[in-house]
């Protein structure tokens, strides 16, 4: 198989996912902003970001979310299937910070003929988290596959 | 003046409001994109030989993608929805002029393949009473999307909390 997923049964609660941290550039910024179709001026427009009183451009709340995706099917592989995310907004991400992404499972369940985990993430810049929250993610079983 | 606000807030709770309809169907190049930014190699989203095995049988769209899909053009300009005129016109009525996202909430029902056409109706899903916070006076106020395909298929719900709120130093009414 080209590409693995993680089962189920396989993942322990309380197991830390591995960091995985991205240099965020002006670039970053603005092709998220542009992918994500927000092109409310605060995240492509350095002047009008300074005269609404922030230093510089800022990552768009879309971006962040795709982030969030990204880095939790990084980890589970692509036959996780995101169930519910949740976060709540913290410092802003300039260009020139470092995202670094973590991650811990909190719980691993069942719900009828689902198997489930729950994820707390917390994405971190240098004035602090930028974005923290949970998430549901169903995986594949070894029991019946 | 401002607990009249609350009050107007108070009564959009729930109200019916318009579709909106998405300018784009679901497609594979606005997929691209969005992992391109991300860089994202979730191969559901890329490989399509690996995706048509899948249990959907196809390429799907990342699910926090869904947002994207219902922003209207920035040209030719449809103006904003009717909700965020009326929320962000009521505000101002209290000296509430700035807007920031607080907290994101999604669930996530089916995907979104290449060719679905995403429709949403947002509603307002709860206020609070004014509150001091670290920005400046303000309402924090939720707003519920909910996102189906063209077969009218529940795709997301979708809870958006906004700080609507007077900048500190250029108060007080």
Not at chain 1, 70 to 85: C, K
Not at chain 2, 165 to 173: I, K, M, Q
Request: glycine share 8%; hydrophobic share 35%.
């Amino acid at each position: 198989m080209k590409y693995s997923s993680l089962y189920w049964e396989d993942v322990m609660a309380s197991q830390d996912l591995p960091t995985l941290s991205k240099e965020i550039t002006v670039t970053t910024i603005i092709i998220g902003a542009i992918a994500t179709r927000d092109l409310y001026p605060l995240h492509h427009d350095f002047r009008f970001a300074q005269k609404a009183g922030v230093r510089d451009i800022l990552m768009n709340n879309i971006t962040t979310g795709g982030f969030i995706g990204r880095y939790l099917t990084d980890w589970s592989g692509p036959e996780g299937e995101m169930r519910r995310m949740k976060f709540r907004l913290g410092m802003p991400c300039h260009p020139g910070d470092t995202l670094t992404m973590t991650g811990k499972v909190v719980k691993r369940y069942k719900d009828g003929d689902q198997h489930l985990v729950d994820i707390e993430y917390n994405f971190l810049v240098s004035e602090g988290s930028h974005c923290r929250g949970t998430a549901t993610i169903s995986m594949p079983s070894r029991v019946g596959a | 003046m401002s607990s009249s606000v609350y009050e107007e807030l108070k009564a959009m709770i729930g109200q019916d409001q318009p579709e909106i309809l998405a300018t784009d169907r679901v497609c594979k190049q606005m997929i691209r994109h969005w992992c391109e930014a991300m860089e994202d190699a979730n191969p559901l989203y890329s490989d399509e030989e690996y995706a048509r095995h899948s249990k959907y049988g196809s390429i799907i769209a990342p699910p926090p993608m869904i947002w994207s899909w219902v922003i209207p053009p920035l040209w030719p300009s449809t103006g904003r929805p009717r909700v965020w005129e009326e929320l962000l016109q009521t505000c101002a009525k209290g000296g509430f002029d700035q807007v920031i996202d607080t907290d994101v909430e999604m669930e996530f029902y089916r995907p979104l393949l290449p060719g679905d056409r995403v429709s949403a109706e947002t509603k307002v899903y709860s206020v609070t009473e004014e509150k001091q916070t670290y920005l400046g006076r303000g309402h924090f106020v939720t707003a519920e999307s909910t996102y189906r395909n063209e077969r009218k298929e529940l795709v997301c719900v979708q809870r958006v909390t906004l700080l609507i709120y007077r900048a500190r130093g250029s108060d007080e009414v």
